[in-house]
């Protein structure tokens, strides 16, 4: 067919045969199904894209144009940057946190000095990696041969959007999106020992079984640090903020935004509270206490001691006091309860103001800003307001006791969780971090790829009521598609990817309205959370629901299928294990049913009704678990399903082989003619003929080209063999070897 030379993409028609028909200009072709995206901002976020055009007939022959596109994106390297840019942000400052502990006892600053070596040459290596990355101005695409590369391991390999347009003669214009990727893995870091999934299980295990001295903290424990501290990084802003706009509140002597900016800083102040209840905190200080010179513990805190303890009843303050702490002789304990009840009494005195300001200005009393109603009469008297100073001025120095007292509490409970975290790097090192790094380039192709899905899908269903309403109050499905056997270095692969996917679930989207041209993403948080900041221009973030434009975070559900097609697989299904891939579709078809439960339950009665009308999603996620169940080899039925089922549940579509390549390619074009066939009436005579016709001369094959610089799949006829009939691609288009 030939390739055009004078412009971004080549714009070909193809008929059935597969022959060379004349070149279609986009000003003839139809406008549903010609040209490029109208969208300015994703003509900023794709690049490069390659578009194909077909005629193919219908079942009662008349003919259907379809519109097959694949773009890069420069997401590819722009999120891996903004993701590495954070972790240097949060190993720095945990390093700092580290140095910041104080005088430690000559066995802890001997293991603290450790620690800080390794990491601080973890954070040199964060640094060199960004800085080669920083190089790479404008790019969009990693092919499959450099996804051994160290300086690229953190992008994602071969990442393209796979559109399919549609024009039938009898149904609406439709639009088919799939995210193709290699699957996330970390490549440069081989697979010798497996991958993340029975990695992280073997390093759990051992520190489980290994009793060092010293260590007070299981991994449930160091985890719950990991997210106290976390919360404590969102909340305290967030407080200060609050506290901030009750100030302003008070300037403007308005009595109900008064009320509304105390009830934020109120939940604001107990969602804190709760996120140190937990008796983990106490048990933290004391152990810190007895690891300062001359701190000696006599008797380590059981587990027992550091379970969670539940809050007593009844209590209508905000701080409440948790008993049963390991204790020590020389160990104020009391001292933590005195923190905290400054900090409870100094919200209370605000409270008790806002009341007495608004009581005296509308001659009512209370303004409904305390949980239970109800105030300390202590607090109460104590509170004098005078009627010739402002309210602002009245309430200023109270806030800025609240912050102080706040800021002492995190500045205590920090250090004592810092030390929890320098227990688990002490005496676990270098492996602990190794995990991490792989973890990291693991989570940074995976990210890359959900945040590129995320932007499109948004884009193309802005004017969908039911989406929007979908996206705020239930979430989004993300449905991956997994063709990686359960065979050597693909088992430690189909590992990573586990594990990169399930950590998805620590995402959570936010649109804001663009105010420059400068429409990339932006990504803040830590490892434990990150939020994915997604511009929108004025006019289309407008039409977005009010929860959506007041910062709503949107979260994401990730799941995965996967099915071994290649003759790798057949080896695992005849003399191997295929337990790994049986364990994950089964894990990933109970989160996929959860997700149903809860759409079934929160989308308007009106909207299910309706929509249960029109897709039987009940019947197709029985037959998915029964395919589940069956053990049927090569059962690429479930791979159908689950497409299936994503589509109709406004879901975001992922494909993934080892590079997005050859097995990838061969699935996009049986989903694109099944798609047609059974949604726009492809004649079922041509069904074939359709499939050959796009895997030798639509995009997928230049996809190839892109990669390896050559026009053949990576396969040979004895491994096609051993391949489900329709993956199988026409003669002519395969013989080079994998890359």
């Known amino acids: 067919m030939g390739e055009i030379e004078d412009g971004e993409a080549d714009h070909i028609t193809t008929d059935v045969q597969g022959q060379k028909c004349a070149l279609v200009s986009e000003c003839t072709a139809p406008e549903s199904v010609s040209g490029k995206d109208n969208l300015p901002f994703l003509n900023a976020v794709l690049k490069n894209p ?24 420069v997401l590819s390297f722009h999120v891996p940057k903004e993701l590495i840019s954070l972790h240097i942000k949060e190993d720095l400052c945990r ?32 640094q060199d990696i960004l800085t080669e990355l920083s190089k790479e101005t404008g790019s969009s695409f990693k092919s499959s041969s450099s996804k051994g590369e160290k300086t690229l391991e953190f992008v994602p390999i071969n990442l393209h959007l796979q559109r399919m347009h549609v024009h039938s003669p009898h149904l609406k214009d439709a639009l088919y999106d799939v995210i193709t990727v290699g699957a996330p893995a970390a490549h440069f870091q081989g697979f010798k020992n497996g991958g993340l999934r029975k990695l992280l299980h073997r390093f759990e295990t051992e520190r489980r079984n290994t009793g060092y001295q010293f260590i007070y903290y299981s991994p449930e424990n160091t985890a719950k640090a990991k997210e106290v501290l976390s919360n404590i990084n969102q909340l305290q802003p967030l407080i200060a903020t609050h506290a901030d706009l009750l100030l302003d509140s008070a300037s403007q002597h308005s009595p109900d935004s008064l009320k509304n900016s105390l009830k934020m800083l109120s939940e604001k102040t107990e969602l804190f509270v709760h996120a140190f209840k937990d008796q983990l905190v106490r048990s ?7 690891a300062r010179p001359g701190g000696v513990l006599k008797k380590p805190p059981s587990p027992k001691d550091s379970a969670e303890e539940s809050c007593p009843q009844g209590s209508s303050s905000p701080m409440r006091r948790q008993d049963s702490i390991p204790h020590h002789s020389d160990y104020d304990e009391e001292e933590w309860d005195r923190v905290w009840a400054n900090m409870g009494k100094s919200l209370n005195c605000i409270i008790a103001m806002v009341d007495k300001l608004i009581g005296r200005d509308s001659g009512s009393e209370g303004s409904g800003g305390s949980k239970d109603g109800e105030q300390d009469p202590s607090v109460v008297d104590s509170i004098v307001t005078h009627p010739g100073e402002d309210w602002y001025e009245q309430l200023y120095p109270l806030i800025l006791t609240l912050k ?8 205590r409970a920090k250090q004592s969780l810092t030390f929890v975290l320098l ?4 005496y676990s090192l270098p492996q602990c971090l ?9 989570f940074s192709q995976a990210l890359a790829g959900l945040v590129c899905g995320f932007i499109i899908k948004l884009h193309t269903s802005l004017h969908d009521p039911g989406f929007l309403q979908q996206l705020h109050t239930v979430g989004l499905i993300v449905q991956y598609e997994g063709l990686l056997s359960t065979y050597s270095d693909e088992i430690g692969m189909l590992e990573d990817m586990a594990v990169g996917i399930s ?19 932006v990504i803040t948080g830590r490892r434990e959370h990150y939020v994915v900041e997604v511009k929108l221009p004025a006019r289309m973030f407008e039409s977005l629901p009010l929860q959506v434009k007041e910062g709503q975070l949107l979260h994401v559900y990730p799941v995965l299928f996967n099915i071994g097609i290649n003759e790798q697989q057949t080896l695992a299904e005849r003399f191997g294990d295929v337990s790994l891939q049986e364990s994950i579709n089964q894990e990933n078809f109970e989160l996929l049913k959860e997700y149903y439960t809860i759409f079934m339950e929160k989308m308007p009665p009106d909207y299910i009704s309706h929509f249960q009308e029109q897709h039987d999603l009940k019947g197709l996620l029985e037959n998915l678990h029964q395919n589940i169940q069956a053990k049927k080899r090569k059962n690429v039925e479930i791979m159908w399903l689950a497409a299936t089922i994503c589509r109709k549940l406004n879901g975001i579509r992922f494909t993934c082989c080892k590079s997005a390549k050859d097995r990838t390619s061969m699935s996009v074009t049986l989903e694109q003619c099944s798609i047609l066939r059974d949604e726009h009436q492809l004649h079922k005579d041509f069904f074939i003929r359709a499939l050959d016709c796009m895997r030798r001369e639509g995009c997928r094959i230049e996809n190839v080209l892109k990669n390896i610089k050559c026009r053949k799949y990576a396969f040979n006829m004895l491994q096609l063999m051993a391949f489900p009939k329709h993956y199988r691609p026409p003669e002519g288009t395969y013989g080079k070897a994998d890359t």
């Open 284 to 290: 933290a200080l004391l152990a810190l206490y007895t």
């Open 50 to 73: 390659v578009c194909k055009l077909y005629r193919f007939p219908t079942s009662d022959n008349k003919w259907m144009r379809i519109r097959e596109q694949m773009s890069e994106s």
């Open 423 to 426: 227990q688990e790097l002490a």
């Open 404 to 411: 102080g007292c706040m800021e002492e509490v995190v500045n």
């Open 503 to 521: 950590d998805l679930k620590k995402v959570a989207f936010k649109i804001v309205e663009a105010t420059s041209n400068d429409v990339l993403p």
């Open 434 to 442: 190794m995990l991490t790094l792989r973890r990291d380039i693991v």
């Open 95 to 126: 390093n700092q946190e580290l140095k910041e502990l104080g005088e430690l006892s000559p066995h802890w600053d001997n293991l603290r000095k450790n620690v800080l070596t390794h990491c601080d040459q973890m954070v040199t290596m964060y």
